[in-house]
């Protein structure tokens, strides 16, 4: 539905200017992996229709699984979609290739204050911005009347077994650590266990680490509070055309993310995957990425094309001064096994 306003315009546009590249029956294959609900409806058919190709398109739940998954050999993919602290992590231990601009001239449209404020990789060495957006707190208003934007919410038993945090280690040790005053990025051991120490506490009121049924749970009324992605609250508030569920950013700080494009070392396929990622920030798609992911696409050529209310929404295009509370999610270098051992302990906590 979201994506109808672009299909006719940007489908008989990207046909008329692709070539499609070898017959149907030897169409070569490429392999992506990407997060779950994160690319327009008939996006998928029309690459393949463009460029005479077959996509087989996998998923996952969190950068770990990705990052476990290929470290462990799984070997194959083209096209994979790392979140930015990741990419300077999996590209010092040699796991991805250098891009070749020359190969993707769309790269132009690439909004370059994004890539200034919020980039990790500046330059675009290894990875291309697909999508930055906020992690903050999603409620409903009609349960939850008296809401504070703090993740001191968590502490709320009598909202126990209403609310949950995403699976995701550096999400929900950093809501802890921005409570305690601190950096989300902290390598202070006493600070990490501390932040640990706190979501032990918070735990006994969620009902689960959860990073895709939250958006359901919170349109049946099942979760009261969920910790979510600006989009994805966004989309479920559109679908459901809930006026009652409210995304807040709290008042101790939240994170910033940016979710890239990127090509492992060894991928099969690299000239195609090289005309996906190119094809990725053509204006029209990524137009369609906006209205229907509801995160920000850092293409200036894309703005255009979208809807005012989409321009307009500052759940999308969050205003700087809003920014500011924020703070980037970056590597942790060898500093990282702290956060596993403190993760371990908050999963095994009873």
Not at 317 to 326: Q, Y
Request: proline residues 4%.
């Amino acid at each position: 539905m979201k994506f109808s306003r672009f299909f006719s315009f940007a489908g008989s546009a990207l046909l008329a200017g692709f070539f499609a590249g070898c017959g149907r029956d030897d169409r070569p294959v490429l392999h992506v992996y990407n997060w779950s609900d994160y690319i327009a409806d008939g996006l998928i058919a029309q690459f393949e229709e463009a460029f005479g190709c077959r996509v087989v398109y996998d998923t996952f739940e969190s950068n770990e699984a990705l990052y476990a998954k290929l470290q462990a050999g799984a070997a194959g993919y083209d096209v994979i979609f790392p979140s930015s602290y990741y990419v300077s992590l999996m590209a010092e231990q040699g796991m991805l290739q250098r891009l070749n601009h020359a190969n993707m001239p769309h790269l132009k449209h690439v909004d370059p204050a994004v890539l200034a404020a919020v980039s990790l990789d500046k330059e675009m060495t290894f990875s291309v911005p697909y999508m930055t957006g906020t992690t903050g707190i999603a409620y409903r208003k009609d349960r939850v009347p008296d809401f504070e934007a703090s993740w001191r919410v968590y502490g709320r038993s009598d909202l126990a077994g209403r609310m949950t945090f995403l699976d995701d280690m550096r999400e929900v040790l950093g809501a802890a650590l921005k409570t305690l005053g601190h950096s989300l990025n902290s390598t202070d051991p006493a600070e990490v266990n501390a932040a640990a120490d706190l979501v032990i506490e918070w735990k006994r009121n969620i009902a689960r680490f959860e990073t895709v049924g939250y958006k359901a749970g919170i349109a049946s009324g099942e979760f009261w509070v969920v910790q979510g992605y600006n989009g994805d609250v966004q989309m479920v508030i559109e679908d459901n055309e809930d006026e009652d569920i409210v995304y807040a950013l709290p008042e101790e700080g939240f994170a910033i993310w940016e979710d890239t494009m990127a090509i492992p070392a060894g991928a099969p396929n690299v000239e195609l995957a090289e005309q996906f990622i190119n094809w990725m920030h053509s204006p029209e798609v990524a137009a369609a990425n906006i209205e229907f992911n509801y995160y920000h696409c850092p293409n200036t050529a894309a703005y255009a094309l979208i809807s005012d209310e989409v321009r307009e929404d500052e759940m999308v295009f969050v205003p700087a001064e809003t920014l500011a509370r924020g703070e980037q999610i970056r590597d942790l270098g060898e500093h990282l096994s702290l956060y596993n051992r403190a993760w371990d302990r908050v999963k095994s906590a009873h």
